[in-house]
C-alpha cells in the first residue's frame, strides 16, 4: 500500500504485489495434489441400530441448567456422535436416521442389496417369532393377572379412603375445643354441621 499524496486518505494499492501474490499461490496449488484427486473414503454399507434408542429416560424428570452445564446434560437430547443437542423426540429420531450422523458413524447411505435366499430367512424368522409369541399367550393366566391387579387396586383405595377419613376426624379433634379456636379466630370460620 502507497500512497502518491500525503494529503490524499484514499489507499492506494500496489498492482505488482499483488499479482506476484497471486502467482505464488497458484503454482503452490498446482505442485500439491488437490483434495478431489485423492481416492474417495470406502464407507460401510447402512445396517439396522443394535440397540434401542432411549427417548423416554429423562421424561418427567426436572433439571438445573446453568451456563456453565455441559451440553451432554442440557434439555433435550444429546448425540455424543455429532456433539449435538435436539430439542424434541421426533427431530433426534430425525437427526440419528439423517445423513450426518451416518456419515460422522462412518456409514454411507447407501444399503445392502438382499438375495432372494435372505429374504425367505427372515420371512421364516419372523413367522417363527410370532408363532412363539401366540404359544406363549394363555387366556386363564391373563385373567388370573387381570383379578390380581383389580384386587390390589381395591386394596389401595379403601387405605386411602380411611385415611382421608382419619384425617378428616383429627381436623374435627381440633374443633372442639371453640374456647381455643375464639382465641385465633377459627370460630366464625367453620360450619355447624358435624
Not at 84 to 90: A, F
Request: contains cysteine; glycine residues 6%; hydrophobic residues 25%.
Amino acid at each position: 500500500m502507497e500512497a502518491t499524496k500525503p494529503d490524499d486518505h484514499r489507499r492506494k494499492w500496489d498492482k505488482d504485489e499483488f499479482e506476484r501474490l497471486a502467482r505464488e499461490r497458484l503454482e503452490e496449488e498446482l505442485g500439491e495434489p488437490s483434495e478431489k484427486d485423492d481416492k474417495p473414503v470406502k464407507r460401510e454399507l447402512l445396517k439396522p441400530r443394535d440397540y434401542r434408542v432411549d427417548l423416554e429416560g429423562k421424561l418427567g424428570r426436572s433439571q438445573v441448567i446453568t451456563k456453565t452445564t455441559p451440553s451432554s446434560q442440557q434439555g433435550g437430547y444429546y448425540c455424543n456422535v455429532c456433539d449435538c443437542v435436539v430439542k424434541d423426540s421426533t427431530n433426534f429420531l430425525d437427526h440419528i436416521n439423517g445423513k450426518k450422523h451416518q456419515r460422522n458413524l462412518g456409514m454411507s447411505m447407501k444399503v445392502e442389496r438382499s438375495s432372494l435366499d435372505q429374504v425367505k430367512k427372515r420371512f421364516e424368522l419372523n413367522k417363527k417369532k410370532k408363532e412363539e409369541k401366540l404359544k406363549e399367550y394363555d387366556f386363564e393366566e391373563r385373567m388370573k393377572e387381570l383379578k390380581e391387579e383389580e384386587e390390589k387396586q381395591k386394596v389401595y383405595r379403601k387405605e386411602k379412603k380411611k385415611d382421608r377419613k382419619r384425617k378428616a376426624d383429627g381436623d374435627l379433634d381440633m374443633d372442639q375445643d371453640p374456647e381455643m379456636a375464639a382465641l385465633m379466630g377459627f370460630s366464625g370460620f367453620g360450619s355447624t354441621k358435624k
